[in-house]
């Protein structure tokens, strides 16, 4: 009984671990040889270092891993994204060394254009709330660059249509930088192209481009996927050059025709917006020209008839100096009469103005007020600047150390001393002037003075109250003068006169002795 039941538990053929992995690899394979999964992209982190990518396709209920090779990394049509929905085309496989299964991808395709449409309305929304479709951040393109750049495939048709019209409508220098316009690369090899250009200097050996255009032709929304990039988006809006979007037909839209400066429909399209059409431009200028050379021929004209036309208004020279001539004449005519008037108005003038010694000695007296109240004034403006800079010297000679102190004294001591010695300067000046002014007074009254008449051998006749007697019709018989001399004063009493003799009130003294007689000196 126990040899049957040990024979039974025998019975099972026996396997190695590596047997086992291999059977089940071989199965998997042999079933699984060609599948297409949909699901979600998890756990993608890029390329690996080996250039292979790995992460897992997962929905609700379970998780596949899978693998990308190198080689179809670089033939995919778009970049896996975490997140993203995909159908994977390949074969599923075994991993012995863990005991797990995976797919091997051969091909990788959007679930649909609802996912890409979903990741890219997304991508839109927060670019759009940053700013960077905002109109008026978008620049104006130049009317005629000097050198257009072009981001595009170099073999396609897209460079040759572009060139082309370029060539027919106004020729100049095109600079090409060629890039992917389809795969996974696209977008990055785009976005350094954009940078690159913007990264030329303007005086540099490549000249830095005035405009840019990024173009390629019509396809899918996988095969523009490339131009969807957030990385490109946010390049071309911080480029320094404005830049032409013409990826895809007038249908299609991408994130960098959103970010542009300018849509054009098309690749030729954007080569009419880049520059106008050169024979358009020289119409134009020959009509201007014929224009402007018409206007001035006009211009000229019609000035030529109005000057000839006021040329026959004016008047003769004889009839335009016939009435200066005559009012020459008049004037010539008054003037001698004008002059006497005159003179003999300033002369009166001169006459009514009596210019006496009390009115000289008011003056100078006057002039001394003056003098001192400006003396003064200059002291009292001297003393109180000496006091106030002495104060200030004291208020900050605890703030400062001896040799600081010393100097400053010593400039404020020069300031002192120039001060000192411009007012010594200004009151000189001012006494000399006012010494000046005195002694031209003196003179004038000196010549006014009576003393000099009687100098001359005059006498000056005063009666007893001191009141000049000017005629001899004021004298009366027994009248006392008073007669000033040049050196000196006598006094005489009149013996004849036609004046009526005041009354004199007696002194209520000493009475008059009689036979008393005075002296006529």
Known sequence: MSEA???????????????????????????????????????????????????????????????????????????????????????????????????????????????LMALLEERKRRLQAEGLFDPGRKRLLPFMPRVIGVVTSPTGSVIRDIIHRIKDRFPLHVLVWPVRVQGETAGAEVTAAVNGFNALAWDGAIQRPDLLIVARGGGSLEDLWGFNDEAL??????????????????????????????????????????????????????????????????????????????????????????????????????????????VDRKRARLQGQRLTPATLSRRMNEARTLTGRDLARAQAAFFAIVRERRARFSRTATRLSPAPIARRQKLQGETLAGLARRQDRVISVRLERLRGQLSQADRLLTTLSHKAVLARGFALVKDADGAVIKHAAEVASGMALSLEFADGTADAIATSGTARPKAVAKPAGKAKEPGNQGSLF
């Open 233 to 342: 988006a946010r390049a071309v809006a911080a480029s320094a050059i404005p830049v032409i979007s013409a990826v895809g037909h007038e249908t299609d839209w991408t994130l960098i025709d959103l970010v542009a400066d300018r849509r054009a429909p098309t690749p030729t399209g954007a080569a009419e917006i880049a520059v106008p059409v050169k024979a358009d431009l020289e119409a134009t200028l020959a009509s201007l020209g014929a224009r402007l050379k018409a206007a001035v021929l006009r211009n000229f004209e019609r000035k030529r008839q109005a000057a000839r036309a006021a040329a026959r208004a004016l008047p003769s020279p004889d009839q335009l100096l016939a009435l200066p001539r005559r009012r020459l004449d008049e004037a010539t005519s008054r003037l001698g009469r004008a002059l006497s008037v005159s």
């Open 5 to 115: 039941a040990s024979e039974s538990r025998t019975n099972a053929t026996e396997y190695t671990v590596s047997e086992i992995s291999g059977a089940l690899k071989r199965t998997v394979e042999d079933v699984f040889g060609n599948v297409r999964v949909r699901g979600e992209i998890s756990g993608y982190r890029g390329p690996h270092s080996s250039g292979h990518a790995y992460f897992a396709l997962k929905d609700d209920r379970a998780r596949l891993d899978a693998v990308v090779w190198k080689g179809t990394m670089s033939r995919l049509k778009f970049r896996p994204e975490e997140g993203m929905e995909v159908i994977a085309t390949g074969k599923l496989t075994t991993y012995p060394g863990k005991s797990n299964y995976q797919i091997v991808i051969d091909n990788l395709e959007p679930a649909g254009a609802g996912a």
